[in-house]
Each structure stands twice: as structure tokens, then as C-alpha cells.
């Protein structure tokens, strides 16, 4: 048998829960790496399951790129008050603020609607 090292749970659960992230971060670093040389890019059947719910694709799709309203705000020229209605079903949004968010997130207009 080999050899054996002795930690306690709350390290033990603290290596594991490092390992699902790197893990996690390495599956992102390869589907961006996919997208930038223009392979389709695999959508997490969570990302799905949100929006089948009935949640707002773009607050789901923003989620899911790591931004908060504020950062898609700045990156797009979208009011970030303009985002939060849209995101919260008070407002559409024109073609052409929908065309720079997906753009912005990488996405079609479509997976926005």
C-alpha cells in the first residue's frame, strides 16, 4: 500500500473545493480558447435550464461571463439602469442596444430574445 497523509476534513473539503474551481477555470480557458478560433462554443445545460425557466437570457448570459451590470454597462454604452430593465422584463430594448450586448457577450441577438 502507499504511503498515507493524515489532514483534517475542513482542509481535506478546502483542497477539494480548489481543485472543482482550477478544474472549472481550465474547462472556461479551453471554450475561450474554442470560441476565439471560432469553434462553436458549448453552453452549460445550467445556462439552459435558467433560461427554459423563464429567467432573462441577457442577466443569464451575463452572469455566465462573470459581469455585473455595470462592467456590461461601461463595455457597451448601455445604461446600466436601461440593462437592469431589461433584464427585468420592464423594457425590450432596441435592436441596436441588443446588437452590442450580444456582441459585447459574445452571443447572438437571438440568444438574447
Same mark, same amino acid.
Given at each position: 500500500?502507499?504511503?498515507?497523509?493524515?489532514?483534517?476534513?475542513?482542509?481535506?473539503?478546502?483542497? *477539494?473545493?480548489?481543485?472543482?474551481?482550477?478544474?472549472?477555470?481550465?474547462?472556461?480557458?479551453?471554450?475561450?480558447?474554442?470560441?476565439?478560433?471560432?469553434?462553436?462554443?458549448?453552453?452549460?445545460?445550467?445556462?439552459?435550464?435558467?433560461? !427554459?425557466?423563464?429567467?432573462?437570457?441577457?442577466?443569464?448570459?451575463?452572469?455566465?461571463?462573470?459581469?455585473?451590470? !455595470?462592467? !456590461?454597462?461601461?463595455?457597451?454604452?448601455?445604461?446600466?439602469? *436601461?440593462?437592469? *430593465? $431589461?433584464?427585468?422584463?420592464?423594457? $425590450?430594448?432596441?435592436?441596436?442596444?441588443?446588437?452590442?450586448?450580444?456582441?459585447?457577450?459574445?452571443?447572438?441577438?437571438?440568444?438574447?430574445?
Amino acid at each position: 500500500m502507499g504511503e498515507m497523509v493524515t489532514i483534517p476534513l475542513e482542509e481535506y473539503q478546502a483542497l *477539494q473545493e480548489a481543485a472543482e474551481d482550477l478544474a472549472d477555470l481550465r474547462a472556461s480557458e479551453r471554450v475561450k480558447a474554442a470560441v476565439e478560433r471560432g469553434e462553436d462554443e458549448y453552453v452549460p445545460a445550467e445556462l439552459v435550464k435558467r433560461i !427554459l425557466a423563464g429567467e432573462s437570457p441577457l442577466r443569464v448570459w451575463r452572469e455566465y461571463r462573470g459581469l455585473t451590470q !455595470l462592467a !456590461l454597462s461601461a463595455a457597451t454604452g448601455v445604461n446600466r439602469v *436601461q440593462i437592469a *430593465q $431589461i433584464e427585468g422584463g420592464k423594457r $425590450i430594448g432596441s435592436v441596436q442596444t441588443l446588437k452590442n450586448l450580444a456582441e459585447h457577450l459574445g452571443v447572438t441577438v437571438d440568444d438574447l430574445i
